[in-house]
Structure formats: structure tokens, C-alpha cells
T-cell receptor, first 114, second 116 residues
Framework: DTEVTQTPKHLVMGMTNKKSLKCEQH?????MYWYKQKAKKPPELMFV???????INESVPSRFSPECPNSSLLNLHLHALQPEDSALYLC???????FGGGYTFGSGTRLTVV | AQTVTQSQPEMSVQEAETVTLSCTYD???????LFWYKQPPSRQMILVIR??????QNATENRFSVNFQKAAKSFSLKISDSQLGDAAMYFC?????????????FGTGTRLQVTL
């Protein structure tokens, strides 16, 4: 299995809702990432998990809450989002110590906050 | 901090022709990795080609090749025999070789159109 699977593919939520994005990989990668991508812009790093521990938080607002229950699964819990949080959310994974391998990306969740 | 610059917001190429996308970067590290990713309308970021900084030989993957100039900190992508399926957003990216789970830093992207 050489894929990163993200669900759902599309999500519409109100500003008072609570929802979660899910990311799964079975490549044995021990680093997992959440990126946010606005239209026609490059992905912006949000969080990095290394060996299931949060290693980087790029000053992301607390309405985004990441979770890594095990080495294959990464969640992003959403609460009280704003319309400007509407974007494509990409998950990626990589080998922990093999930096030349690049990242494997999922196809993303298109989030719309209304 | 590392920065990656793509100075061409949009490029256009005719089918079967060759096009070169430019990328420059800034870093104080001597050992690092460079990548080109493709993002078609389907949204998924697809790795096109990678280059290790310690290798002088330019990487090649079928119709895709790079011109890596370490001293000039330049990393351009050449697409030969362009196909309609090559139309996409192309991102140049940098990854250092220090620390755990080092970050991938992206350029602003170049949108490639392929015309008949």
C-alpha cells in the first residue's frame, strides 16, 4: 500500500459545528503532517507528528486540534471554525529519517465553512 | 530560514514541445533535497522528481529532468514531449537534512498550460 487516504473528500460545516478530518497510511511512515492550502497558493504547514508525538505546531489557532492515535492514523478535529478557514486540507506522511524520500500526500479534504 | 522562489506564475507549452520551469532557493545548509511536485485539478500532490544536493548528476525521470546548479542555488525542471496530462500546478520544494521530520518548504507554484 503506497497511499495516504483522507476522508471525507468534501465537508461543509457551520461555524458552531464540530467535525473531524481523518488521514490514514500503511506505509510504515513515522512522520505525518497536516497542511492547509488556499486556492492558487502553496500548501502551508500546520502540524507535524513524529513517532505519534506532536513535534511542530506552526502557531495554528486552537480551533484546530490534531490527534495521532497510532502510527497509521492522523486526525484533525475542527471546532468553531471561521469562513476564512475554508480551504483544502492535505495530509502527508514520510519516513522519519530518510529525508530524501519526500512526502506522500493524500488527495485532501475540501472544507467549506458557512 | 529556507526560502523557495518560483518566478513564473504561469507558463504555456504546445503539445510535444519542451518547457522549462524555474526555481531558486536560499539555504545555509550544505546537504539537502529538492523536489518538484505536480498538483493537477484532482488536487493530489504527486512527486515528479527529486534531487540530492550531494549528487552532481542531474536527476531524470522519463520525460522529466532537472538542471541543478548548486552554487547558483537553482533547480529548474524540464518537461520534454509535453502531453495534455502534464497540465497542472507545479511546485518546487526544499527539504533540509537536519532535525527530525524536517519540513518541506514549497515555492509559490507555476501553473502549466498545455495547448494543442
Amino acid at each position: 500500500d503506497t497511499e495516504v487516504t483522507q476522508t471525507p473528500k468534501h465537508l461543509v460545516m457551520g461555524m458552531t459545528n464540530k467535525k473531524s478530518l481523518k488521514c490514514e497510511q500503511h506505509m510504515g511512515h513515522r512522520a505525518m503532517y497536516w497542511y492547509k492550502q488556499k486556492a492558487k497558493k502553496p500548501p502551508e504547514l500546520m502540524f507535524v507528528y513524529s513517532y505519534e508525538k506532536l513535534s511542530i505546531n506552526e502557531s495554528v489557532p486552537s480551533r484546530f486540534s490534531p490527534e495521532c492515535p497510532n502510527s497509521s492514523l492522523l486526525n484533525l478535529h475542527l471546532h468553531a471554525l471561521q469562513p476564512e478557514d475554508s480551504a483544502l486540507y492535505l495530509c502527508a506522511s514520510s519516513q522519519e529519517r530518510e529525508f530524501g524520500g519526500g512526502y506522500t500526500f493524500g488527495s485532501g479534504t475540501r472544507l467549506t465553512v458557512v | 530560514a529556507q526560502t523557495v522562489t518560483q518566478s513564473q506564475p504561469e507558463m504555456s507549452v504546445q503539445e510535444a514541445e519542451t518547457v522549462t520551469l524555474s526555481c531558486t532557493y536560499d539555504t545555509s545548509e550544505s546537504d539537502y533535497y529538492l523536489f518538484w511536485y505536480k498538483q493537477p485539478p484532482s488536487r493530489q500532490m504527486i512527486l515528479v522528481i527529486r534531487q540530492e544536493a550531494y549528487k552532481q548528476q542531474n536527476a531524470t525521470e522519463n520525460r522529466f529532468s532537472v538542471n541543478f546548479q548548486k552554487a547558483a542555488k537553482s533547480f529548474s525542471l524540464k518537461i520534454s514531449d509535453s502531453q495534455l496530462g502534464d497540465a497542472a500546478m507545479y511546485f518546487c520544494a526544499y527539504r533540509g537534512n537536519t532535525g527530525t521530520a524536517s519540513k518541506l518548504t514549497f515555492g509559490t507554484g507555476t501553473r502549466l498550460q498545455v495547448t494543442l
